[in-house]
């Protein structure tokens, strides 16, 4: 086959949902007084959007081959990664051959490591890096998980994030991941006001759903080992980013501290093997969670796969709809996935990207048969409105 080359780089912005998924309106539990590093100030308390959880938007990275194939893939960065994608990321991708994946991904790290490394930089190079996955995956007749090896199981197996773990346990899921509503910055109070929660839903479900809380990075070595331990008593499965992603030293801490069976997990704000590197070496965490949109892509999760399979360790990807599922159920590493429930009352399977894909799938009872459509096999909604902010 002739090798295809890249014609045309071309990246839009989009508001509302999307891979933006806290761009939701008023009501949503996604933005209901869930505890932040930003929570000891009382006027972002109540809400994430108050202090800019939204405010970058949707980047949409198109690329189009010299036959007119184009692959096309989505992540959290706006205005300012549209920018980076088409002032200083396009120089390395057009005209070159599509499948140099690799060393298209290592310009493009090399060439912005003067102000990249980490957050919105890798969150474009992600999405530059699977919308080339995308395209391969179309130019080759093929689904992205062939292209990576081949399913390793038949089909997918969640747990769900959001406000009502009763539902989703009602709706199939393996399990259900509440957020925390209340740090320290709400004392005593509120740590009891979790842990009264907690044992409610613990009462609900019974003792053998899996129930686990997402902290957020908002607490404190101290905070997360009282909360930890009291909520062992009510079955707590594990404690996800208790702290801030770059304090490894108390991941390290609070995992000694924590009884073995709790499992201390972390990962969807770190990026590169390198990041995950340091988590894995420091003894940070029982498992990963790499947003497959935000540490590196594809091309880099594989490699960040590998290192924790090599120490035993599992990688289970923090939800980001079929980008996470395509590399999820190739990986022996990754027997489950998780699922956000977009539903303002996260009592009904929608979308997680809506309303930004057509033809995205979700779990049915908790479980998921990917299609087998080229590339990622989803399409840009016609009706979602694109902004292309800068030409190059
Ligand atoms: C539910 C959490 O507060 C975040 O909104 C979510 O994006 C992430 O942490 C997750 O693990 O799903
Ligand atoms: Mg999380």
């Given at each position: ?67 007119g ?51 919105l930089?890798?969150n ?15 130019l080759?007749?093929?689904?992205v ?14 747990y ?23 740090g ?74 924590l ?8 990962g ?7 990041g ?53 159920i190739?990986?022996?590493n ?44 989803v ?14």
């Open positions: 086959m002739t090798p295809r080359t890249i014609r045309s780089v071309r990246a839009h912005t989009a508001q509302g949902g999307g891979a933006d998924y806290h761009d939701q309106g008023d009501d949503h539990w996604i933005d209901d007084h869930i505890a932040t590093p930003m929570a000891k100030y009382p006027d972002y308390r109540q809400s994430r959007r108050s202090f800019g959880l939204s405010v970058l938007g949707t980047l949409v990275v198109e690329l189009e081959a010299d036959d194939t184009t692959g096309f893939a989505v992540t959290t960065a706006g205005e300012p990664g549209a920018f980076i994608a088409e002032r200083h990321l396009a120089r390395f991708l057009e005209g070159a051959p599509v499948q140099e994946v690799e060393r298209i991904w290592d310009q493009m790290y090399s060439a912005t490591l003067f102000y990249g490394r980490k957050g930089v890798l474009v190079i992600s999405a530059v890096d699977l919308a080339l996955w995308d395209l391969l995956g179309k080759r007749d093929e689904p998980y062939a292209l990576l090896g081949g399913a390793v199981r038949d089909e997918l197996v969640f769900a994030t959001g406000s009502r773990p009763d539902l989703a346990q009602q709706l199939g899921f393996i399990g259900g991941k509440m957020p925390l509503q209340h320290p910055a709400e004392g005593s109070e509120g740590m009891a006001k979790t842990i009264a929660r907690f044992a409610s839903v613990r009462e609900r479900v019974g003792p053998d759903f899996w129930l686990m809380l997402d902290c957020w990075m908002s607490l404190d070595l101290d905070y997360a080992t009282r909360l930890g331990r009291a909520l062992h008593e009510h079955g707590l499965r594990w404690i996800e980013e208790a702290l801030p992603p770059d304090d490894y030293w108390s991941y390290a801490e609070l995992r000694k501290r009884p073995a069976e709790l499992l201390v997990t972390t969807e704000h770190e990026a590169t093997r390198w995950f590197r340091m988590l894995l070496e420091m003894g940070c965490c029982d498992f990963i969670q790499p947003d497959v949109n935000w540490c590196g892509g594809m091309t880099e999760l594989m490699k960040i796969s590998a290192l924790a399979d090599s120490r035993g360790a599992l990688v289970i990807p923090h939800g980001s709809s079929v980008y996470s599922y395509h590399f999820a190739t990986r022996h990754s027997p489950f996935c998780e699922f956000l429930m977009m539903h303002p009352e996260a009592s009904e399977v929608v979308p997680m990207f809506s309303p930004l894909l057509l033809d995205e799938p979700v779990p049915v009872g908790g479980r998921m048969k990917l299609p087998d459509r080229p590339g990622f096999g399409r840009l909604n016609p009706e979602v409105p694109l902004v292309r902010p800068y030409q190059h």
